[in-house]
C-alpha cells in the first residue's frame, strides 16, 4: 500500500511531539515517554497518576476534536485484526521489559544524550526494519 | 491542579503532533521501514523535528533551572545499566511494531481519529504490558 510522502506535515507533526516533551520536563519535570505513561496508568495505587491520565486524554482528545471540527487524518492499518493483536502483545512484552519506546527512548532519552536509550533505539529500529523486510520480502530481502 | 493542566496541554501538543506526522498511521510507519518497496521517508522528518526540538528544549530548561515550573524536582531516569533485558525488549518491541505498524506513542491519538482497529491494538498492547510484569514479578515471588 503506498502513503504520500509529506514532509511538511511530517516535520510540523514532529515538532509538536518535541515541542509537547519540553512543556512536560518544564512544569512537571517529566519525561513525555508513553511506555511509562500507560504503566502509571495500569497501576492505579499510584497516588501521582493522575497527571499521567490527563496526557493521555489530551493526547486521545487533540486528534478527536480536529477530526469534529472538519480535519482529516490519513489512516490506514494492513493487517488484518488476529496480526495487530499479536503485534501488540509483542509491542507490550517488549516496551515493559525495554522501559521504553519511541517517545522515551527515541525523543526524550536521545535528546538527553542517554546512552541506554541510544543502545535501545538502535536495536528497535533495526528490529522493526528487519521485521517488515522479512513480512514483505522474504528471507532474500 | 497545576500539574494535571500542564500535563493535559502537553498531551493536547503531543496529540496533533502524532496525528498531523503520520506516526498515529501504521501504514505510513510500515512504509518508512520499507526501503526495498513502497518506501515513504516521512517518518524521518518527525523523528528529526521531535528530536531537534527537544534536545534544544531539555538544554535550555536544564541549564537555567534547578527544578520544573510546578514541582520541587526533575524526575530522570536513573538506570544507567545496557543489559539483556534493555536490548531483548527493546528488540521484542521492534519485532511487534514491524507487524502492526502501531507504537504505544501513536496509537494512543490514533484512538482519537481512527478508534478501529486501534482500541484493539491498544488493548492487546495493554495485556502484554500486564503479561511482562507478572513475569517479571515471577522469580521474586519463587524466592520468597
Known amino acids: 500500500m503506498i502513503t504520500d510522502f509529506t514532509p511538511f506535515a511530517s516535520l510540523f507533526g ?10 512536560l520536563m518544564a512544569f512537571n519535570g517529566r519525561i513525555a515517554g508513553m511506555t511509562a505513561m500507560l504503566g502509571g496508568v495500569l497501576e492505579p495505587q499510584n497516588p501521582d497518576g493522575f497527571w499521567r491520565l490527563a496526557f493521555l486524554a489530551g493526547a486521545i482528545a487533540a486528534p478527536l476534536i480536529a477530526t469534529l471540527l472538519g480535519a482529516e487524518f490519513s489512516f490506514a492499518s494492513p493487517t488484518t485484526g488476529v496480526v495487530l493483536a499479536i503485534g501488540g502483545v509483542i509491542v507490550g512484552v517488549g516496551v515493559t521489559y525495554g522501559s521504553g519506546c519511541t517517545s522515551g527512548h527515541g525523543v526524550c532519552g536521545l535528546a538527553r544524550l542517554s546512552p541506554r536509550s541510544l543502545v535501545a533505539t538502535l536495536t528497535f529500529m533495526a528490529t522493526t526494519f528487519a521485521t517488515v523486510t522479512l513480512i514483505r520480502h522474504g528471507f532474500g530481502g | 491542579m497545576k500539574r494535571i493542566l500542564s500535563a493535559l496541554a502537553a ?43 527537544t534536545a534544544i528544549g531539555y538544554r535550555v530548561i536544564f541549564g537555567r533551572r534547578q527544578a520544573p515550573m510546578f514541582d520541587a524536582k526533575f ?15 527493546s528488540a521484542l518491541f521492534g519485532v511487534g511494531w514491524g507487524i502492526a505498524g502501531f507504537c504505544p506513542g501513536g496509537a494512543i491519538p490514533a484512538l482519537g481519529f481512527a478508534p478501529w482497529p486501534t482500541a484493539l491494538f491498544l488493548i492487546s498492547m495493554g495485556g502484554g504490558i500486564l503479561i511482562a510484569r507478572w513475569l517479571q514479578a515471577l522469580p521474586r515471588k519463587m524466592i520468597a
Open chain 1, 14 to 23: 514532529g515538532i509538536l511531539i518535541g515541542l509537547s516533551a519540553v512543556i
Open chain 2, 11 to 53: 498531551g493536547l501538543v503531543f496529540g496533533l503532533g502524532i496525528a498531523l506526522s503520520g506516526m498515529g498511521n501504521p501504514a505510513k510507519v510500515l512504509n518508512f521501514f520499507d526501503p526495498l518497496g513502497t518506501w515513504d521517508p516521512s517518518l524521518a522528518f518527525v523523528m528529526g523535528g521531535a528530536l531537534a526540538v
Open chain 2, 75 to 89: 524526575h530522570l531516569p536513573t538506570a544507567r545499566t545496557i543489559d539483556v533485558k534493555l536490548i531483548g525488549g
